[in-house]
């Protein structure tokens, strides 16, 4: 039941605001109910809240697939990959992502700074 869990949160919600276990849970429930946009939405909201979780940014990036969000996707895959310092990966996936984003501008631009932003981690790994 779906509908009710999800009922039963948004009683939640007022009472524990921005609360991490119950976000996600209602992203699940929405993953799980196939409301993929929604879910994908509430994981947004918790990768604004924890930047640094790579938990986080996982599941972000397999919702916004299943939201049909090709550049969510490998956004939110860089940002995995960066947490883990894998950053050839993290380089790939905007490169990926740029491909996607069309004449998009601001999105363009926050996907070059992040590309700006891995050339200067590798450059701090460098000197040690």
Do not use: C
């Not at 799980?32 to 994908?40: F, L, M, R, T």
Request: glycine content about 6%; aromatic content about 8%.
């Amino acid at each position: 039941d779906y509908d009710g869990a999800l009922t039963e949160l948004a009683e939640l919600e007022p009472l524990y605001r921005n609360n991490y276990a119950l976000l996600r849970l209602k992203a699940e429930i929405q993953m799980v109910a196939g409301n993929y946009p929604a879910s994908e939405t509430v994981l947004e909201t918790l990768s604004d809240q924890r930047p640094e979780d790579p938990e986080v940014w996982f599941q972000l990036a397999e919702v916004s697939g299943l939201a049909g969000d090709i550049v969510g996707v490998h956004q939110a895959r860089a940002e995995y990959f960066i947490l883990v310092n894998a950053l050839d990966s993290a380089e790939r996936q905007l490169t990926y992502a740029q491909t996607f984003v069309g004449n998009d501008f601001a999105t363009s631009s926050l996907i070059n700074e992040r590309l700006r932003d891995i050339q200067d981690m590798r450059d701090e790994l460098d000197r040690g």
